[in-house]
């Protein structure tokens, strides 16, 4: 109502709630900051005059012939696409109404105007499609007092302090190219020594658990993804095809058909079941220049997927494997707290209702041995099987999607894959796919706005930075580094500025441990010893330095 007021050419749109406030796209000239404080001091003289909000019902006859009054596009658009009827109006006053389902409160005078904040602006293209309008859209959020609001401001300012695309900058951890394309993530050194510990600590456990770690290629055969049903349910999401020696390929939007070619290369046995196939695999999907954002929304990226193919059973144990391992890999990291769904099936289904209702019931009770609380979302399963999927809390408390379990009923039947029984009669076996971390890309992202940067000691890519109090000692620091980096220490030396700028300048790059080096340092083979969070930790001999370093990285634990 206020941008009408102010701006009486904008075309409405559509405005829903959000998890933290809401939003409201328009069609409209572009807005500028300046352009939201006066919305807002508009907002605030509706909520002064108290104005009722009256919930009205007519005929979608008289809904069209009012919104054809009022000049208003979307909202006919809108209106189209509502089925049920009567269509329902909500006016505030008798100075402004809309096309709503409701509720709302009863009058303006209602809502804390101090409680109020109009956040920010943004391009939205109508119904998300690039062929269309590119609309205004304007975020706020709205609570019940002035305390709710400063604290979701505090908030906001602690997750803008933790944004990984900025710490990413900051930290040289990684980049998107421009040149090279949007969603497209190059990691540096840096960024590039942490995915290295994840993955080599990764590929540890699951060859502990019994997987056996596979690499497939990036493209294949588009007939592959259609035997798959990719090309039938998920061709938007995949890139064009390549015409190679007048053949058909197609970049990977997924590593499921590729482990069901490794399983199909021979006979299997009833015997050899439960088999147990992992990869950290790069996978390309198409996603519209809009909606990418940092590492948490790219156009490629590498999911930890692995598959296992099983008997009837067998699923309990096996999912209750995949929990074990998914709470041991996670905890690493501090994740602790879960947030965990039971999906089941849903009314369009493959698979007949013995095998959907053994493999729900073996999920269930996997999650009950387990000792996890979880909610169960009826219906909320894909068509091929029923899936639990796991969120993590991370230091602000928000949760992210990370990871999944997912019975398939519907890949072995498509690529027909089998095993002789104990009967010599062929069977079909289950395939359960799953991935802890999701992808290796926006598990970093979470990892880096979880520790705001400040990685754990085991985890940092520089544990140890060694600073010279004069270049007299570089000599014995490039010594100290050699004998650091020989026993697996990931340490640098730093040197040509004055001790105090040398020491905040590791700070700022969030180094844990500096080791200072002076002339006393050098005649009795030691360094002092500074940690970020610690302070002075005394001096100590490079062989303990080394010793305590290595014993607290394969502890987790710090110096």
Not at 7 to 35: C, Q, R, S
Not at 110 to 137: C, H, T
Not at 392 to 417: H, Y
Request: charged share 30%.
């Amino acid at each position: 109502m206020a941008v009408q007021k102010l701006f009486p050419d904008a075309k409405v749109t559509i405005g829903p709630w959000i998890d933290n406030g809401f939003y409201y796209d328009f069609d409209m000239e572009p807005l500028t900051d300046k352009d939201l404080k006066r919305i807002k001091k508009e907002m605030d003289r509706i909520i002064g005059k108290n104005l009722p909000l009256v919930r009205e019902e007519v005929s979608r006859d008289e809904a069209q012939r009012r919104i054809t009054a009022m000049n208003e596009p979307y909202k006919m658009e809108i209106l189209e696409s509502i089925k049920e009827e009567p269509i329902t109006i909500y006016h505030i006053g008798n100075e402004w109404w809309d096309l709503c389902a409701g509720p709302h409160v009863e009058s303006t005078g209602n809502i804390n105007r101090k409680a109020v904040e109009l956040e920010s602006l943004a391009g939205a293209y109508w119904r998300g499609d690039e062929k269309r309008q590119m609309l205004q859209r304007i975020y706020g959020t709205a609570w019940e007092n002035e305390e709710q609001l400063k604290a979701y401001l505090h908030f906001k300012e602690e997750a803008k302090r933790r944004d990984h695309r900025r710490l990413g900058q900051d930290l040289d951890l990684f980049s998107i190219q421009e040149e090279a394309g949007g969603g497209l993530v190059f990691w540096h050194p840096k960024g590039a020594i942490i995915r290295h510990i994840i993955e080599d600590s990764w590929k540890r456990i699951h060859m502990e658990h019994g997987y056996d770690l596979l690499y497939t290629p990036h493209v294949a055969r588009a007939h592959l993804w259609k035997t798959s049903g990719h090309l039938d349910f998920y061709k938007e999401n995949m890139y064009d095809q390549m015409n190679i020696e007048d053949d058909l390929y197609q970049l990977r939007p997924t590593n499921c058909p590729y482990h069901i070619l490794v399983y199909k290369r021979k006979l299997h046995s009833y015997r050899d079941f439960p088999i147990r196939v992992a990869e950290l695999g790069t996978v390309y999907r198409y996603e519209l220049s809009g909606s990418l954002h940092g590492l948490f929304r790219v156009r490629g990226f590498t999911q930890d997927d692995a598959h296992i193919f099983c008997l009837e059973d067998q699923i309990r144990g096996e999912i209750r494997g995949v929990l074990d391992l998914t709470e041991r890999i996670l905890l690493q990291f501090g994740f602790s707290k879960y947030e965990v769904n039971l999906s089941t099936r849903p009314e369009k289904a493959v698979g007949d209702d013995d095998i959907w209702d053994k493999a729900t019931t073996a999920l269930r009770e996997a999650l009950d041995d387990k000792g996890w609380s979880y909610q169960i979302d009826e219906g909320g399963g894909a068509f091929y099987g029923p899936r639990i999927d796991l969120k993590i809390e991370d230091a602000l408390g928000r949760k992210w999607q990370c990871s999944t379990i997912q019975v398939d009923f519907n890949l072995p039947q498509r690529f027909d894959i089998t095993y002789v029984d104990s009967n010599l009669e062929k069977k079909r076996p289950i395939m359960i796919h799953r991935a802890v971390l999701g992808s290796l890309e926006r598990f970093f992202g979470v990892l880096i706005e979880h520790y705001a940067g400040d990685f754990p000691l085991w985890l940092s890519p520089i544990q140890a930075r060694i600073l010279p109090v004069t270049d007299n000692q570089l000599d014995f620091c490039n010594e100290v580094t050699r004998k650091l980096k020989k026993n697996g220490v990931r340490a640098e030396v730093c040197h040509g500025e004055r001790l105090p700028k040398l020491i905040r300048n590791a700070e700022k790059q969030k180094i844990p441990l500096m080791a200072v080096v002076g002339p006393k340092e050098v005649e009795t083979g030691t360094v002092t010893v500074r940690s970020r969070f610690g302070g002075e930790l005394g001096s100590i001999t490079i062989d303990d330095f080394i010793y305590r370093i290595t014993k607290a990285s394969e502890n987790r634990t710090s110096f």
